[in-house]
């Protein structure tokens, strides 16, 4: 009887020994984890696009000339967003830039337009989407007003608006 109380003592010992370090470790605890994001629209361009007008034919205006070496790349996560373009102050009498803006998938371009100090819409329908190497062709154009012009700069803005 003594043998059979010790190893009664002995199981009930050893379920008390590996059992409590068991029920103990089964404890679990939540976090709440709070998160966002936010409304994005950015926009980058590359390229050094130059545009010289060197000819004419006689008797026409002189010969306008295209670029396009430039592009862009957006990223948005709303849709409807549109792409607008201004230069920051007018062209010269007698010069006229105008810029295309190739479309990402699913947007619409408004093709090539003659950019002034007011916003043009460029690109509209753009919806939720990360895009890169998108191409940009400026164009000058020129009349015989415009003179001999040796070296200037437009600088062109190019503004993502949101959408929705």
Known sequence: MLIKN???A???LALVIFAIPAA????????????SVASIQKI???GAPALDIL???AGSAPTSVTNATASYAITTNTTGCKITASLGANMGTGLT?????VAPPAATSAGKLSLTTGAVDMVTGITKLNASGLGVTYSLDATSAAGVVTSATA???YTVTAGT
């Open 6 to 8: 010790a190893r009664h």
């Open 10 to 12: 002995a199981a009930v």
């Open 24 to 35: 103990q470790a089964q404890g679990t605890a939540t976090q709440n984890v709070e998160y």
């Open 44 to 46: 980058a361009l590359t």
């Open 55 to 57: 000819t004419a034919v």
């Open 97 to 101: 830039l105008s810029a295309n803006l």
């Open 155 to 157: 600088v062109v803005t």
